[in-house]
Each structure stands twice: as structure tokens, then as C-alpha cells.
């Protein structure tokens, strides 16, 4: 445990876990729908045979509501298309039907507040080698929770975190930009920071470059100005990432593209991470070194309040006229 309490990609924090069973497996709130079928959490099964379970064979995405409207989901569906397509993995159900399954399995969790998803599509159930053909129909499946809030401590004193020995996967080995499952790569890196009792690891890519952190994308500032590595450096292009783009240019701040290397961390005045279910956490250590001034900075606190701003209007529904 961190000093942060848990931490994943759903930021589960202790208080939303509910009790723990001697595995550390919480017996949360989930409704889950199994292709298609929806049940409780503790009763959803896939199958041992599944090559998502056997080889990390698929990708998932992780998307949240505002107002209870699934957040930015074209992104997200458009995202996972493009994931499976890099596996040749195919997604028959239409992003209609994709919305409705999702739309149906957060019925009833959390009534009232926000809901996190995860999609996941798998190869499927098949004979145990790697041959596609093996699995005829892919296993979709759709886990809604109550979506657990950043607390509020987090953003008023920061996060720390640490560069990872590990390596981002290299483009050319499972490239970083396909959402998949197979995240062997990034559980060790963020093992690395659990070990330092940090919430996040940033990793490098094979150039020595920053390329993103295990969960997240990183941002610097430097005189005012944004920068986030680029899509060349091998990172997963965040829904959050590319949507801060837009939300810089609605506060008049620059928010660009630029690479990164290790010793930068030494002369920004401010660092902070992005992601659907963490929106913007400023980082205030890397490792023992204090950030800038050692608290959290100025733009990204502003980049945060316009970014809630603009997704609770973008969820807002529309006045019936
Ligand atoms: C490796 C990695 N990078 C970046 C992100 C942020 O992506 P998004 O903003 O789409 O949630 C995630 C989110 O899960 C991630 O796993």
C-alpha cells in the first residue's frame, strides 16, 4: 500500500473498495455484462480458455461519466477499433450496440453518481495456440463500478513519482500506442513506484526520451508553456491527453508536443499526469527531487477547473426545446 492507498487505472481509493477478501480482491459494487449477458460482478465468468486470460491477447479501454453520460465515447470506441485492428482482432457489434451494452450494464451502479467503465474484447475462447483462426468469436466484456474521485488531498499536495527502470515497450515490440491487455510492462514499472511508496512511474522509451507514465501521460510546463511527449516517442495517445489540447487553447495556454528528456525534470516548473479517471494530478517529487517550487503549480490547477468545466457541459443533456 502507498501512502496514496491503492492505485490503478480505475483509482480505486480505500474507501470505494469495499471489504477485502484475503486476496486483497475487493468485493466492490460491479455490474458486468459478459456478451451480452449482465450480472452481478461476483457472478461474471469467462472462460480459462479465453486467449485474453492466456496470452494478454486483447485490448480494453477505461471510460468515465460526467452527469452519468459515458465521457467523450466516440474517442473511446474509435480508440479501441483502432487497438483491435492492430491485432487483426475483430469487433462485430456496432458502436451503437457498443453504447447500448454499456449504457445497460451501468443501470443501477452507483444511482445517482459517476460510474466508471472498462470494455474489454478478447480473442475469445479457443484451442490453446496462437493461430486467430482458434478463436472464432471474440469476448466482450463491459465492468461498471462507482467511479472513485481523486481525493482532493491528492490535488492540493501533489503526487510523487519515479522513473522507472523498466523501458516503455519498444513500437516495434508491442507497440504503446494499441491499448491491449498485455500490460506485463507496465504492472513491473508500477511496481517500481509502489516499492518507492510513489503514486505513478514515468518510463522511458528505448531513445531514453520520456514517453508517458504506467497509467497516464506526462506533462511539463516550462515558462508557461505546455509540453507532452510526442506520439513518436511510443506512448498511448490519452482521450484526456488530446482533449487537453483543446482545453489549453480555451484558457490561452500553449499546449504542445515536444520531447522530453530525464534531465528536464530538473528545470520545469511545474509536472503533472492525465488520464480518464485521474483528469489532472500535479506531480510535486520525482524520486527525492522536488518539482519547481515543490507544490503544485498554477496552470495545471486552471487546466483541471476547465476541463471538469467543459465535461460536465459537454454531458450536460440538452434543454428540450
Ligand atoms: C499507459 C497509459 N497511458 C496513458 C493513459 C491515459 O489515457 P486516457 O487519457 O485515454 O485515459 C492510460 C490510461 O489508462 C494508460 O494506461
Given at each position: 500500500m502507498t501512502p496514496y492507498g491503492t492505485v490503478s487505472e480505475e483509482s480505486e481509493t480505500p474507501e470505494a473498495s469495499g471489504d477485502r477478501s484475503r486476496s486483497g480482491f475487493a468485493t466492490m459494487e460491479a455490474t458486468v455484462n459478459v456478451n451480452g449477458v449482465v450480472t452481478d460482478g461476483d457472478q461474471a465468468v469467462v472462460s480459462v480458455f479465453d486467449h485474453g486470460f492466456l496470452y494478454g491477447d486483447g485490448v480494453y479501454e477505461t471510460l468515465r461519466t460526467y452527469n452519468r453520460q459515458p465521457f467523450l465515447l466516440d474517442r473511446h470506441l474509435a480508440r479501441l477499433r483502432a487497438s483491435a485492428d492492430r491485432l487483426a482482432l475483430?469487433?462485430?457489434?456496432t458502436d451503437a450496440d457498443l453504447e447500448t451494452r454499456i449504457r445497460e450494464t451501468m443501470r443501477g451502479v452507483n444511482p445517482g453518481g459517476e460510474v466508471t467503465v472498462r470494455m474489454v474484447v478478447t480473442r475469445?475462447?479457443?484451442?490453446?495456440?496462437?493461430?486467430?483462426?482458434?478463436?472464432p468469436q471474440p469476448t466482450i466484456v463491459i465492468i461498471a463500478r462507482p467511479h472513485s474521485q481523486i481525493p482532493d488531498t491528492l490535488l492540493r499536495d501533489g503526487i510523487s513519482v519515479v522513473v522507472a527502470s523498466v523501458l516503455r515497450?519498444?513500437?516495434?515490440?508491442?507497440?504503446?500506442?494499441i491499448k491491449s491487455n498485455n500490460l506485463l510492462n507496465n504492472v513491473l514499472a508500477m511496481h517500481e513506484a509502489i516499492r518507492q511508496g510513489a503514486y505513478e512511474a514515468i518510463l522511458l522509451n528505448h531513445r531514453g526520451e520520456l514517453a508517458e507514465c504506467s497509467q497516464s501521460n506526462l506533462f511539463a510546463v516550462r515558462d508557461g508553456v505546455v509540453v507532452t511527449p510526442p506520439l513518436d516517442a511510443g506512448l498511448l495517445e490519452g482521450v484526456t491527453r488530446n482533449f487537453l489540447f483543446e482545453v489549453g487553447v480555451d484558457i490561452g495556454v500553449p499546449v504542445r508536443e515536444a520531447v522530453l528528456r530525464p534531465a528536464d525534470l530538473e528545470q520545469v516548473d511545474e509536472l503533472f499526469i492525465t488520464s480518464t479517471t485521474r483528469e489532472v494530478i500535479p506531480v510535486v517529487r520525482v524520486g527525492t527531487r522536488p518539482v519547481g517550487s515543490g507544490r503544485p503549480g498554477p496552470i495545471a490547477s486552471r487546466l483541471l477547473t476547465r476541463f471538469r468545466d467543459r465535461a460536465r457541459t459537454l454531458t450536460r443533456a440538452p434543454v428540450a426545446g
Open positions: 475483430e469487433v462485430p457489434p475469445g475462447v479457443g484451442e490453446l495456440n496462437y493461430d486467430p483462426a482458434a478463436c515497450n519498444h513500437p516495434r515490440s508491442v507497440d504503446p500506442s
